[in-house]
């Protein structure tokens, strides 16, 4: 935790000497619904820059004429380039809705059912590839407890919490 607040602090610093690139994203267990539900805040220049290198198309994600496409293409990006593993299984993920807030994306997904025992894998890969300094933190709150912290990046896309 004490190398995320570090990390913040010299963001600060970073931003007057060079572009930074971050990703926020919360994972919450609902004990009751027993699924993962996923709230992720992406820069739509930087979702959409990647994306066009990605799927080696043209992408507006501000003034999309067609919708459905877009959406397919959200789907594909970001489900390509993000993997969580519950105990040591594999879930599925689906994308349940987005909003765009200022200069950001905020996507909502949500897990299919699965109980959690212990562990959590988080591989995040979102703008790393486009983006060499891209960092993603990843808060993930689980019993009700104060959350635990990834700050992935570069040749450290996942990483592996036991609770």
Not at 15 to 26: G, K, V
Not at 35 to 62: C, N, P, R
Not at 82 to 100: D, F, P, R
Not at 115 to 129: C, D, Q
């Amino acid at each position: 935790m004490q190398h995320l607040y570090i990390c913040l602090i010299s963001w600060g610093w970073l931003a007057f000497t060079h572009p930074f690139f971050i990703s926020l994203t919360e994972i919450r267990y609902n004990e009751n619904s027993q699924k993962l539900e996923i709230a992720q805040k992406i820069f739509w220049d930087d979702l959409e820059l990647s994306m066009e290198e990605y799927l080696g198309t043209h992408v507006d994600v501000l003034n999309s004429s067609n919708k459905d496409q877009l959406d397919e293409q959200f789907q594909k990006y970001l489900l390509d380039h993000q993997n969580i593993k519950v105990n040591g299984k594999e879930i599925e993920l689906s994308i349940i809705g987005y909003e765009i807030e200022e200069e950001a994306f905020w996507f909502y997904l949500e897990s299919a059912q699965t109980p959690f025992e212990n562990s959590i894998e988080v591989e995040n890969s979102i703008l790393i590839a486009e983006h060499e300094t891209q960092q993603n933190i990843v808060q993930i709150y689980v019993d009700g407890k104060s959350p635990k912290s990834l700050l992935l990046r570069k040749g450290h896309e996942k990483e592996i919490l036991q609770f």
